[in-house]
């Protein structure tokens, strides 16, 4: 698996991410390291980190209200759940590559799954509730007010070369969102020097698969509900024509570039 | 939407469908039903919305009946039940390619029927008879079953339902993700609960536990269950 493979470097830089860190969202590390002399627990929290505009930003196109149940409730319980779940565990004060490694890795199932299934269960949540926590920090920096308009650059070049023309990647990121069936994610990726869109369900997130993720749109129902109820062909046209940040886009193919030349 | 109106769909699709038995050499073609629930849109307030049953029933459980029918016309799915359509298509865990794509071989649909008479105005209340019975035997006690159906429900991770079946004699809670229903599976329904966002996101937004408790309290028709279960204990007698 590609994740392992990286992870078992001691470069940051072979982790495909913004400066080798998985997640955006700023895990704080070990309180104590080496330094505290107390005999206190090591604990790592993480942190909910907010979207890079208020909540009334994105009117109308995502409303207030969605911000404040997709963000202050939905992604805000799963920071909060999961604290509270690797608080005193094997898990509390590992780093966050650490987690995710060993939690993912059992989170594979076992040939004696009906044996082990209380065993494993709460560890292959913990790893949802991870990527998921993961892909909403991803998710808020993807947007922006004033989004939309086109790329521009080495990214429109790519697109170009990659997918014949920016509508024609579009058309295939809004196909990818609208034929995920259920809960999930439509992805822009950047894999082997080639861009791909992708779409992958529930909390799975490229984080366990082998492309860096550059843009991402949440279509689980309650990302727009509240805002088009049943209607997610319109809710995908409006993030793609009003909400999508380019520059976020292009800032991250940048950085895949650059990690991919180090590795 | 008013009974009258309910009665007025119901009309115009036995209309379409009496017109495929003419003696033209028109093609034959079946065409699948939305069906309504037995209660008005409004009449589960205030614990599911009349705007939820709009939009539940109205776009998303309509949609799927409209997609399938379009799919399904002049190929060999056409014509046949609702049932025989879920089961074809299923074809024993690989699923034909009309399948691969919503509605997913008619299972949202038949979840969605069986969901609107799942439930009832002035539902919840306690099961009685047999059932009851039945749930003490399995479960130990109707507060022991919610206590796992509810768990279910909040444990089915991202879209999905939660399920009081019957298998082999004995009741079970089940859930299942997306589309997927027990047509296919190994024990026969008697409730169900629809866990998917738009099933509870107008009225309870995140506030999924509270949903579900709602349900189990307000909504639940246990004389549906309870004759859903004489049928399938009937049915595996005559097995």
């Given at each position: 698996?590609?994740?392992?493979?990286?992870?078992?470097?001691?470069?940051?830089?072979?982790?495909?991410?913004?400066?080798?860190?998985?997640?955006?969202?700023?895990?704080?590390?070990?309180?104590?390291?080496?330094?505290?002399?107390?005999?206190?627990?090591?604990?790592?929290?993480?942190?909910?980190?907010?979207?890079p505009?208020?909540l009334?930003?994105?009117?109308?196109?995502?409303?207030q209200?969605?911000?404040?149940?997709?963000?202050?409730?939905?992604?805000?319980?799963?920071?909060?759940n999961?604290?509270?779940?690797?608080?005193?565990?094997?898990?509390?004060?590992?780093?966050?590559?650490?987690?995710?490694?060993?939690?993912?890795n059992?989170?594979?199932?076992?040939?004696?799954?009906?044996?082990?299934?209380?065993?494993?269960?709460?560890?292959?949540?913990?790893?949802?509730?991870?990527?998921?926590?993961?892909?909403?920090?991803?998710?808020?920096?993807?947007?922006?007010?004033?989004?939309?308009?086109?790329?521009?650059g080495?990214?429109?070049?790519?697109?170009?070369?990659?997918?014949?023309?920016?509508?024609?990647?579009?058309?295939?990121?809004?196909?990818?969102?609208?034929?995920?069936?259920?809960?999930?994610?439509?992805?822009?990726?950047?894999?082997?020097?080639?861009?791909?869109?992708?779409?992958?369900?529930?909390?799975?997130?490229?984080?366990?698969?082998?492309?860096?993720?550059?843009?991402?749109v949440?279509?689980?129902?309650?990302?727009?509900?509240?805002?088009?109820?049943?209607?997610?062909?319109?809710?995908?046209?409006t993030?793609?024509?009003?909400?999508?940040?380019w520059?976020?886009?292009?800032?991250?193919?940048?950085?895949?570039?650059?990690?991919?030349?180090?590795a």
């Amino acid at each position: 698996m590609a994740v392992s493979a990286a992870l078992s470097s001691t470069s940051a830089a072979a982790l495909p991410f913004r400066g080798g860190r998985i997640c955006p969202c700023s895990l704080r590390g070990p309180k104590s390291r080496a330094t505290s002399s107390s005999s206190s627990r090591v604990t790592a929290q993480l942190e909910l980190k907010a979207p890079p505009y208020p909540l009334d930003a994105l009117e109308p196109y995502m409303s207030q209200k969605t911000l404040e149940f997709h963000w202050g409730k939905h992604h805000r319980g799963y920071v909060d759940n999961l604290n509270k779940q690797i608080a005193g565990t094997d898990l509390d004060g590992l780093t966050l590559e650490e987690i995710v490694v060993k939690s993912y890795n059992k989170g594979s199932p076992l040939p004696t799954f009906n044996n082990a299934a209380q065993a494993w269960r709460p560890v292959l949540l913990l790893s949802l509730m991870l990527l998921y926590i993961w892909n909403h920090d991803f998710l808020w920096t993807s947007i922006k007010p004033g989004g939309g308009g086109k790329p521009s650059g080495l990214l429109l070049e790519l697109i170009e070369r990659d997918f014949g023309s920016v509508d024609a990647l579009l058309s295939e990121f809004k196909q990818a969102a609208l034929t995920q069936f259920g809960s999930g994610w439509a992805w822009l990726g950047y894999r082997a020097g080639k861009l791909v869109v992708e779409k992958t369900a529930n909390a799975v997130n490229p984080l366990v698969s082998d492309y860096t993720p550059l843009l991402v749109v949440d279509v689980w129902e309650h990302a727009y509900y509240l805002d088009y109820q049943n209607r997610r062909p319109d809710f995908v046209s409006t993030f793609i024509e009003k909400l999508i940040s380019w520059d976020a886009v292009s800032a991250r193919l940048d950085e895949a570039i650059a990690a991919s030349k180090s590795a």
